[in-house]
């Protein structure tokens, strides 16, 4: 994804929550983007310390919701899908407890 896009999804969501708006959380949502559906997914603490280093020096601690915004690739394919591509799902490492919070065995 773009620098762009994301800064304008980001916003959209920031939008979208601000105005009382939920998004629904471990299943697909056209609610985010406007042509793919989009999953978010909780971020397990374990991960906060690698990747939210930022998020934890505003908050002070670890003690936060976190969730993962999971888009697909061009084919339509989520990244716990067989034959995802490689790469792609490099760009969106599993931040969730494991097996991508179930995904991969539906």
């Not at 299943?27 to 939210?52: D, K, S």
């Not at 908050?59 to 690739?73: A, M, R, T, V």
């Amino acid at each position: 994804m773009s620098r762009e896009s994301a800064h304008n999804t980001f916003w959209h969501i920031y939008r979208e929550l601000d105005a009382g708006r939920r998004f629904p959380v471990g299943e697909p949502t056209g609610e985010i983007f406007e042509n793919v559906p989009a999953v978010l997914l909780q971020v397990a603490v374990e991960q906060y310390r690698a990747h939210l280093g930022w998020s934890r020096w505003f908050y002070g601690n670890g003690e936060f919701e976190c969730l993962q915004l999971i888009y697909p690739d061009r084919s339509g394919a989520f990244p716990w899908a067989p034959g995802s591509l490689v790469d792609f799902r490099a760009a969106q490492p599993d931040l969730t407890a494991g097996n991508w919070a179930g995904l991969r065995d539906r």
